[in-house]
């Protein structure tokens, strides 16, 4: 298989050295991934092989780590984030990108960023997915949160609960829960894909008692998702729709709000969980943590979850690849 592209995420943080763990892991069985970062910082760590294009990574892959090098404008200290950085890692992931659109690697896979970090520098994204759309000239991308036990999405992300309220509307749900289908048949090659929609409120408004969202914005998208031929049911009480039982009913859960979706899942299992980006022309998945500048360079980083993210974009860019 083309190989995947694994950006270097914050230099500061624990990239480097899951990056260099996951290669370990991975290096006999792959999937072959090569890492664009700058090789001065890995020095000595692991034996790096310095490629030119994506093409070589295959080559020596078991004995080696390929790294396509992004020079770093200042030293990286664990722990230690620096605007300066800034530059390397914004070109680390428009490379990747355009490597993707391109077709030279099978998907990308990005390392935690520090937005704070990049904003501080200029960034005028507010997170990796929005660059990630921009880059790819996506309107609306939709983030799935995906572990064994559980895959989630919630239609609001990353803004207040306040505004996650006011913000949400037939039309988000809709749109979110139209794109989680396609992406369950197409990305995860689940033949009829069944959607669970939450609720808002507490046991999902108790019929306008505690909460009147259900009947006023949810049920109405529920239907008009139905008329689309999806299977969707809901909405569902939120305190009992992620038990074992009711999560056998269903692919993927529709959630209202950033919370709502992540706490249960990072609760199930957050070694394991992959952040994945649907309805983008390339594939995309990350690590569901972040830089862990409290840690970084200890050498005690959980590598599992970036393991799990480089083996679901193999994966699913190989579904693709089936689909007609």
Known sequence: ??????????????????????????????????????????????????????????ADFASALPILPISLRAPARPGRPDPAHAPAVIKAIERAVALALAGRVAGVVTNPISKVTLHRAGFAHPGHTEFLAALTGVAHPVMMLAAPALRVVPVTVHVALRAAIEALSLEAIVAAGRITAVALLRDFAIAAPRLAIAGLNPHAGEEGTMGTEEETIIAPAIAALRAEGIAVFGPLSPDTMFTETARARYDAALCMYHDQALIPLKTLDMTHGVNVTLGLPIVRTSPDHGTAFDIAGQGVADPRSLIAALRLAASIAANRARTP
């Open 1 to 58: 298989m083309t190989p995947l592209a694994l950006t270097m995420g914050d230099p500061a943080g624990i990239g480097g050295e899951i990056a260099v763990s996951a290669w370990h892991s991975l290096r006999q069985s792959g999937p072959v991934f090569f890492l664009l970062d700058d090789p001065a910082r890995l020095a000595g760590t692991v034996p790096l092989r310095i490629i030119a294009e994506p093409e070589e990574a295959k």
